[in-house]
Every structure is written in structure tokens, then in C-alpha cells.
């Protein structure tokens, strides 16, 4: 055996070894994997919204189904019942008995949360960065912090930033909290509990 | 000396009469316009319909579809070649269901929301009802899709333009992806494009086509090599239609006419004699062009075809004279013989055409009728040639005697009569085909007239279901002495149609109004705003007990302002916005008196056909409604005028008879004279029904030039006198058969069915025709003995 090749089959272990270990500096990549590792599931979520125009924040709350590579599904619960889908490129909204059909392409501003949401739920960075800047730092207590700053001057005009802050276990990552940040200062912000995996 | 005077007096005038015909061709138009051959129609309806037809958004409305590629790329090329046909003055519009579209009309909707919701009313404007609907648009912001309520709602709290997309999106248009029109299963993009050339103009519209593909391999380098472009839509149609006509016309013609000329050339073994020969139909022609183009203002490129088709027997008529006028010892004496013996024989031949061919006249079909007065004039033209220039000519122009073609077959034909019961039993046999054969005898639907490519049809068909622009089969008409009438009538139908859609009678239906209401509608929803002050206070008062301030939502009483004051939305207004595209096809231009407005309405699926008595029934309140069938329409509209050209051929009929009688003063020989030829159509007739082959319009054209040529053999076996057929007008009739069949048989082959139709009755016509004279002919009639030759 020559030495080079003893060195390679001491060392590969090691390497791999390394590559797992969740504790190195995080990056969009492993983080991605990580999310989309999960496969699909579903978690319950509360939305707020401080709206300017509006004296009080609206509360809403509901459950979120989601299914990589494209599915998200946002079933709220309250305060009425209404569901919206995203399966590839269409939006399905079904509210009050009627059902709405939008392309996502037509309508990035209304579909900039789900779409980003998507792009968090299932790990897939590569749908997003088309939209946005992503700027990944860790947290002290272990998790992440994802923001995303809109790179298109048209989306800056409506939305100022989004962040998600998660958290990381082993090698399975979880989305906690987003927060939407809007040009005009209003803001959305949406709790996730802890995924509970493949559970209606 | 007087008989030369009077012979350059004949050419000068001839010469003078074809020089003015040319000078007038000269300023003539020639059209290619296929719808020539619709009915010019006498009822609304049907006005409306052929209207539609040749002039309507339809007839000028491609159908776009780029496959292959990724569906970027599809799109990509989409937007591209949306952008490059935009810019051509050959297009009035080209959509794509790009986001520019899209955003334009979703802008226009927004800014005149006021004026087009449905939900504005005085009462939605009161305090209670601001409040109501401020509340569910709340609730709107609270939902998965709050955030394009959100940025919305300070000027629209009551969602307004929700409401009116909602609306509109009932009717749903194509699918959508990657930002345009793309097919369900995302294999094509759509595109539509209305060409700025009306549906009669297929030049126009050709060159627009053409345009489309310049503009997409333009495109497609640009983008991907593999993309593919369809081109469909009625124009497409129309435009292949024209073109595989105009190339079989051609092609068809020019082989009869090589056929014909080597027989002929054959017959006479002299190229000046043949020459000669095609100076009557020559002189039929361009005289037949210029009363048509005096009369119609026009001439139709099929007009020449087929008009000169049935001139086929003006050829006949130089053979007659060439062959029948021949005698090897004495061509004056031969000539004067020929006009006294032969000539009235010829002119009564030429009179049962003329009434044959009158029936064109009155088809009512544009096309037909030209041709009919192209082939009475150039009949007659070429008759005159015959009688009056060709003996002058003639006289001058050695040519082979065929009359040894004639004594050759003196035998044979003497054997024909023997078949008289035999042939009478076949024609029995072929009446009972007729009666007994199954399947439909008359095709009296339009389908089949033009030729269609399956290929397109199918391409057509895909494009048309994905872009959701089916063409509507059933329609509700609505008419008015202007628009505004018409988009009146159409606001007091549409309740009529929501009760029956709730009661299941109806799938649903696309009023123009729900996209463009009345301008009195319009109008009413302006008075139904209050002004700025008294929106402010009741704003204040439906607020008070919501979580919004009246301060913050300036922006709706502001635009409720503006919109107050606006001057009411036009079909104009929506120009170059897919609202446009959606609604002006439903609102044709003024037509004559009245303006139209159409509602389309959607059957439901997998019911039986609608029952238009009971949506009549149903429609009754409102006055001007008429609930139309287009396509059961078109075929009642061409069944009626199968029945009238038909009714109008048996008239010619019952005239022919009717003059042979007067003429021929003996019932025996007229019946010998006609068995022949109603025998002969019943033979093709019966022919047609043994193989299955419905006949159409043309076949009835076709039966009518068999008509007009078998007159003239029937007319020459059963002679005026007594005495023998001579070898010569044996030989001439056979030479005039042969050069009918050969030229008719050629066309019994062309895929445009027009062609084959002619072409299938015209040749077996023509030849049963002849054996049939014989086999009637008078037996004092019967060729002569060669002795006696």
C-alpha cells in the first residue's frame, strides 16, 4: 500500500466524521439540507399582523402543511376558516365558498410571503435566492438567524426584509418564527411550533 | 367583295369588343375571398352570422402555440414575440397574458372600480353599508392572502376590485405559467393575434401570418433552437383553404389544358387550327371577366376557375365547327351547310345551357352567382365567335378530316340503340340505388365545401380549448339602434340567464356587460356615490365602531371623487388591455341599422343540446333577445340555399322541356332528346349514392354543366330533320366528349373537394351522356353506311 492511499483511507473517516458535526459554522447549504431532511410534515402556527392603517394587530392562527420540493399548504383556522395552496407555480386560495386561482408570477407581491415561507419550510434556498439576498448567521443558543433582503427594486418598494429565526438539532433544522417587514412598516409576524413530523 | 367588307367588319368589331372587355378587366379588382361562397343571407341571424364570418374578431384572430424548450423558454420567446408583433401596424393585438397586460387592465379596473363594480349601489354607500363591507374587508386582511389586501385596503376598504375580479374570473381564462398564457399541461405557450386585416382579406391576412413567422425565427434564435410555433385560428384556415385551392386550381388547369390541346392537336394535326379554336372560349373569357366585374364589382379567383370550367363547351363549339365545317372539295360550300344545318342545332344546345346555368343566378350565394353570369356571357360570347369570326378565320386554315374517325365508328354506335332496355333497366336499377342506398343523399351542411387540413384542425382545436376561446356554439343576440341599446338589452338578460345557470339549465354564460355595463348602468353607480363631504362623515360613522380611523382611508374618498366624475367607460377605452380582447368580439360594429351585443353562454356538459325554444321561451321579456345556434344556424343557412338552387335547377329543367318542345314541335323526339340526359344524371347521381358519397352544392354545379353539354349531343343524334348523323358530327361529338372527360376526369382527382365534386359528376356526366344520345339517338339518325359517307 503506498503512502498516499494509506493517508487517504486513515483520513476519510475522519473527514466525514468532521462534515456531520452540526457545531462548525453553519451555512446556507447544511441548513437547507437540514430543513429539507425533515421531508414532509405539518406544524401549527400564530399569525400577527400590526397593520398602520388599522388601530389593533390582527390575530390568526392555523396549521401549516408542507411537502418538499414545491407544496405548502396554509390552513387557518382563525379566525374563519380559509386554505391556501401552493403547488409549484399556482396559488390556490379557497375562502367564503369560492376558489381563487393565481400564478405566482403575476402576483409576487401577494405571493412573497407564501413563497418565501415555502422556500424556508422545505429548503429550498435556490427558489429564493432568485428574489432575495440571504444573509445566515448563528445564534448564540445554537440556532439561526436567516434574513432576506429583496434584491429586486420593484419587491423593495413593498417589502423591506424577512427573517427567520430557527432552530438546529443534529442534523434536522426547524423554522420557529417569521417575521415580514414591509416598506410602509408594517408587520407580519408568524409563530411556528416545533414540527411535529408527518402528524395531520 | 361585300362578303370581304363584311368579313373585316366582323373581326374589327370582334377585335373592338375584346379590346374593351380587357381595358374594363383592367380596372377591375380580383378577390380571393372565400366567404364569397357564404350565402349573402336574407335574415338577421343569418346576416349576423356571415358577418361574423367574414368580418367578425374570429375570422382574424390567430392562435398561437410555442412548444419545445424549457418553460422558460417558452415563455421567454412568448414575451418576445409578444413584444415584436405588438409593435407591427399588421396586428391590431397580441396578447400573451403577459404581466404588462395583466397589470394594465387589472389598473384600468382599479381606477374605474366605481363605474364597473356590480356591488356599487346607493345603499352600499350608506353608513351601515360602508361599515359592513369595511368589516369584511377586515376579515380579508386576516387571511392567508391579507397581504395583497393589505396593500389594497386603505384605498379600497370595501373591496371593490376584489369583488370585480371575482367577477370577471368567473369566466376563466387560460392557464398561466412562468409570468403568460401556457397550456394546462404547461407544454405550450399561448398567444393570441388579432390581425389588423379584416376576415374577407386572406392577402392580408397571409401576409400577417407570414409575419408571425418572421417574427418568431427571429425569436427563436434569440432564445432556443428546438422552440416550435403552431399557427392556428379561423384565418389559418381561411389562408390554407385559398392556397391549396389557388395551387390544385393551377395545377388541375394547367394538366386539362395540356390534355385537351394534345388532343385536339391530334385531331386537327395543326397548331393554328387548334389556336383558332380557343379563340371562342378566349373571347368568352375576358368578356365573362368584365360583365362580372361590371356587374359584381369584383371577380373571385374561382369565379375564372369554375366559370371557365363550364365554358368547357364553348370548346366544343370550335370542334363542331372545325370538324363538322371540314369537306376536302368544298370548305364554302361546306361552311354554308354547316351554318344551316348545324348552327341551329348548336344555338338550341347553347339556350338549354344558358337556362342551365341561369340557376347560378339565383343560388344566392355571391360566388355562385358570379360564376353563373360569367358562364352565361362567355357562353354566349364564345357562341357568336363561333357563329360569326370562326368561318371567317376558318375558311383560311387547312386541318386533318376526321371523318374517318367517325365512319370507324359508325358500327359500333349503330349497335347502341340495342341497348335501349338494358340501359333503361340500369337506370331503374340506379333510381332504386338512389331511393334505397343508405346514408344521407344531399351533405346540407357547410363542412366538406372547403378543403381542411386534419393536422390544422386538430392544432386548432387544442389552442382553442386551452385558451378557453371555444367558438361558442349558442349565443344570445341582442340588438339595438345603438350600442348603448344593445348593452341595455344585454344588463336586463343577464338576470334571466343567472336563474337559469341557478336552476341548472345553463353551464353559464359571458356577457360583454360584465366587463363593459351600460353607460346608463355606469352612470347610475356615479349618482349612487355621494360626494366628498357627505362620504367622509358616513365614513366617520361606520368606522366608529371598527379598529380603522376615517382619517387614514383619505385615499378612498379621494378616489371615489375622481371616479364620480368621470366620463363613463367605451369599448375604446379598454383598447390594448385583454379586457378589449375579452368583450370586443361580442361587440361587433354597427351592423346596417343595428348595433349588436352577443351573449355567449356555456352549455352544460353532458346534457343534451340545448333547447333553444325554451331559452327563447325563457329570454321572451327581453324584446330585441334572439338565441341563436351557430352552428345549427350556418347549416339550416346552407341547407336552405341547397334547396333553393335546387328548386331553381328543376325550374331550369321544367324551361328546358318546355323549349324543346316549342322547338323540336314533336314530344317523341324531345322525350329521345331528354332521356338521355335525365338518364345520364341518374346515373351519377345513383353513382354517388352506391359509393357512399353524399353530393354537395358543386356536385348540383357539376350536374347543370352535364346538363348543358349532354343538351348538345342529345340535340345532334336526334338532328332536325331526317337524314343520317354524318361521319363528321359523329367524329366531332366523340372529340368534344373526349376532351370533356379528360379535362373533368383530371380534376376527379384534386384533394380541395370543390374540384374533386366537379370533377367526379362532370366527367362520368359528360360520357354517360353521350352513349346515351346514342343509345337513343333516332333511328333515322343512325350513322349512315360507309357507302353512303
Keep these: 500500500m503506498s503512502a498516499p492511499r494509506l493517508t487517504f483511507a486513515i483520513l476519510s473517516p475522519l473527514l466525514l466524521l468532521l462534515s456531520s458535526l452540526p457545531a462548525q459554522a453553519i451555512d446556507l447549504e447544511t441548513l437547507a439540507t437540514a430543513l429539507a431532511e425533515r421531508g414532509a410534515g405539518s406544524t401549527a402556527y400564530r399569525q400577527t399582523r400590526h397593520l398602520g392603517v388599522l388601530d389593533e394587530p390582527l390575530h390568526s392562527s392555523g396549521r401549516l402543511i408542507f411537502e418538499p420540493p414545491d407544496r405548502l399548504i396554509q390552513e387557518q383556522r382563525e379566525p374563519e376558516p380559509q386554505r391556501l395552496m401552493l403547488a409549484g407555480e399556482r396559488l390556490v386560495v379557497e375562502a367564503d365558498g369560492r376558489r381563487r386561482e393565481i400564478d405566482l408570477a403575476d402576483s409576487p407581491r401577494g405571493a412573497a410571503l407564501a413563497a418565501s415561507l415555502r422556500g424556508v419550510l422545505n429548503g429550498r434556498f435556490d427558489a429564493l435566492e432568485e428574489d432575495y439576498e440571504l444573509d445566515l448567521d448563528e445564534r448564540h443558543d445554537g440556532g439561526w438567524r436567516l434574513t432576506l433582503l429583496p434584491r429586486d427594486r420593484g419587491l423593495a418598494k413593498r417589502i423591506r426584509r424577512i427573517e427567520i429565526i430557527g432552530s438546529l438539532d443534529g442534523d434536522h433544522a426547524a423554522a420557529e418564527r417569521l417575521t415580514m417587514e414591509f416598506a410602509n412598516g408594517d408587520r407580519s409576524v408568524m409563530h411556528m411550533q416545533p414540527a411535529a413530523r408527518d402528524t395531520p | ?789
Design chain 2, 1 to 789: 367583295m361585300r362578303q370581304s367588307t363584311r368579313s373585316w367588319l366582323v373581326i374589327g368589331l370582334w377585335l373592338g369588343v375584346v379590346l374593351l372587355a380587357v381595358g374594363s378587366i383592367s380596372q377591375t379588382r380580383f378577390t380571393s375571398d372565400m366567404s364569397a361562397f357564404l350565402p349573402a343571407s336574407p335574415s338577421e341571424e343569418q346576416h349576423l352570422l356571415v358577418e361574423q364570418l367574414q368580418e367578425g374578431g374570429i375570422s382574424r384572430t390567430f392562435l398561437l402555440g410555442i412548444s419545445g424548450g424549457t418553460a422558460e423558454q417558452r415563455a421567454e420567446a412568448s414575451r418576445r414575440l409578444q413584444a415584436r408583433l405588438a409593435d407591427e401596424p399588421a396586428f391590431t393585438a397580441v396578447q400573451n397574458g403577459g404581466r404588462a397586460a395583466v397589470d394594465a387592465s387589472r389598473a384600468y379596473l382599479f381606477d374605474h372600480r366605481y363605474l364597473l363594480s356590480p356591488d356599487v349601489d346607493a345603499e352600499r354607500f350608506t353608513a351601515e353599508g360602508l361599515g359592513e363591507a369595511i368589516e369584511r374587508s377586515i376579515h380579508q386582511l386576516n387571511s392567508p392572502l391579507g397581504d395583497i389586501a393589505r396593500e389594497l385596503f386603505p384605498r379600497d376598504p370595501t373591496g371593490e376590485l376584489m369583488a370585480l375580479l371575482d367577477d370577471q374570473s368567473a369566466d376563466q381564462g387560460p392557464s398561466r405559467c412562468c409570468g403568460v398564457w401556457m397550456s394546462g399541461d404547461r407544454s405550450q405557450a399561448l398567444l393570441v393575434a388579432r390581425a389588423a386585416a379584416p376576415g374577407s382579406d386572406t392577402d392580408g391576412l397571409a401576409d400577417a401570418r407570414e409575419r408571425i413567422h418572421a417574427g418568431f425565427a427571429a425569436v427563436r434564435e434569440g432564445v432556443a433552437p428546438d422552440l416550435q410555433l403552431t399557427v392556428a385560428g379561423s384565418p389559418a384556415f381561411a389562408i390554407d383553404a385559398r392556397d391549396t385551392i389557388r395551387a390544385e386550381v393551377q395545377w388541375f388547369t394547367t394538366l386539362s389544358v395540356l390534355l385537351v390541346a394534345s388532343v385536339l392537336l391530334l385531331a386537327y394535326r395543326s397548331v393554328p387550327v387548334l389556336l383558332a379554336g380557343l379563340l371562342p372560349v378566349g373571347t368568352g373569357v375576358v368578356v365573362g371577366i368584365a360583365v362580372v366585374g361590371l356587374g359584381f364589382g369584383e371577380v373571385h379567383g374561382i369565379t375564372i376557375g369554375f366559370g371557365t370550367a363550364l365554358m368547357g363547351e364553348a370548346i366544343d363549339y370550335s370542334i363542331y365547327y372545325f370538324v363538322q365545317s371540314r369537306d376536302a372539295d368544298n370548305d364554302r360550300t361546306a361552311e354554308r351547310a354547316w351554318r344551316a344545318d348545324y348552327w341551329p342545332t348548336i344555338r338550341l344546345g347553347l339556350v338549354t345551357s344558358v337556362i342551365g346555368f341561369a340557376a347560378l343566378l339565383f343560388s344566392g350565394f355571391p360566388g355562385l352567382m358570379q360564376i353563373g353570369l360569367y358562364a352565361i356571357t362567355g357562353l354566349l360570347a364564345a357562341a357568336l365567335v363561333t357563329r360569326y369570326v370562326l368561318p371567317v378565320i376558318g375558311r383560311r386554315l387547312p386541318r386533318a378530316d376526321i371523318a374517318g374517325l367517325g365512319r370507324a365508328m359508325a358500327g359500333p354506335v349503330r349497335a347502341l340503340p340495342r341497348l335501349r332496355w338494358p340501359v333503361l333497366a340500369l337506370g331503374a336499377a340506379a333510381l332504386s340505388a338512389i331511393v334505397f342506398a343508405p346514408g344521407e343523399r344531399w351533405r346540407d351542411t357547410l363542412s366538406g365545401l372547403a378543403p381542411i387540413d386534419p393536422a390544422l384542425e386538430a392544432a386548432d382545436g387544442e389552442l382553442r380549448e386551452e385558451l378557453g376561446a371555444s367558438n361558442p356554439r349558442f349565443l344570445v343576440v341582442l340588438t339595438g339602434p345603438d350600442r348603448e341599446a344593445a348593452l341595455r338589452a344585454a344588463e336586463n338578460a343577464t338576470p334571466i340567464l343567472d336563474r337559469l345557470v341557478a336552476e341548472g339549465e345553463l353551464a353559464g354564460y359571458h356577457s360583454p356587460t360584465d366587463i363593459l355595463p351600460s353607460r346608463a348602468t355606469q352612470l347610475a353607480r356615479q349618482q349612487a356615490l355621494p360626494t366628498a363631504e357627505e362620504l367622509q362623515r358616513r365614513l366617520e360613522d361606520a368606522t366608529a365602531d371598527l379598529p380603522v380611523s376615517a382619517t387614514r382611508l383619505q385615499g378612498f374618498v379621494e378616489d371615489v371623487a375622481r371616479q364620480r366624475e368621470l366620463e363613463p367607460v367605451t369599448l375604446r377605452d379598454l383598447e390594448g388591455t385583454p379586457l378589449w380582447l375579452a368583450i370586443a368580439g361580442q361587440l361587433p360594429g354597427q351592423a346596417g341599422e343595428n348595433a349588436v351585443a352577443m351573449i355567449t353562454l356555456r352549455t352544460v356538459a353532458g346534457t343534451p343540446p340545448t333547447d333553444i325554444e325554451r331559452l327563447s321561451r325563457a329570454l321572451a321579456p327581453v324584446e330585441s333577445a334572439v338565441v341563436i345556434d351557430m352552428l345549427g344556424e350556418s347549416n339550416r343557412m346552407y341547407a336552405h340555399y341547397l334547396q333553393t338552387t335546387r328548386s331553381i335547377a328543376l325550374a331550369g329543367a321544367v324551361a328546358i322541356v318546355l323549349l324543346l318542345l316549342f322547338v323540336q314541335r314533336d314530344p317523341r323526339r324531345t322525350l329521345r332528346t331528354l332521356l338521355p340526359l335525365a338518364l345520364a344524371i341518374l346515373f351519377v347521381i345513383g353513382g354517388h349514392a352506391m359509393a357512399g358519397s353524399a353530393l354537395t352544392l358543386l356536385h348540383l354545379v357539376g350536374l347543370l354543366l352535364v346538363v348543358a353539354i349532354g343538351s348538345n349531343y342529345a340535340l345532334f343524334f336526334q338532328g332536325r330533320g331526317g337524314g343520317s348523323l354524318d361521319p363528321r358530327t359523329l367524329a366531332s361529338l366523340t372529340l368534344a366528349t373526349l376532351t370533356t372527360v379528360t379535362a373533368f376526369g383530371v380534376l376527379a382527382f384534386s384533394s380541395v373537394p370543390v374540384l374533386q365534386a366537379i370533377g367526379a359528376s362532370v366527367a362520368p356526366g359528360a360520357l354517360a351522356a353521350w352513349l346515351l344520345a346514342a343509345v337513343f339517338s333516332d333511328r333515322t339518325r343512325q350513322p349512315a353506311e360507309e357507302t353512303s359517307g
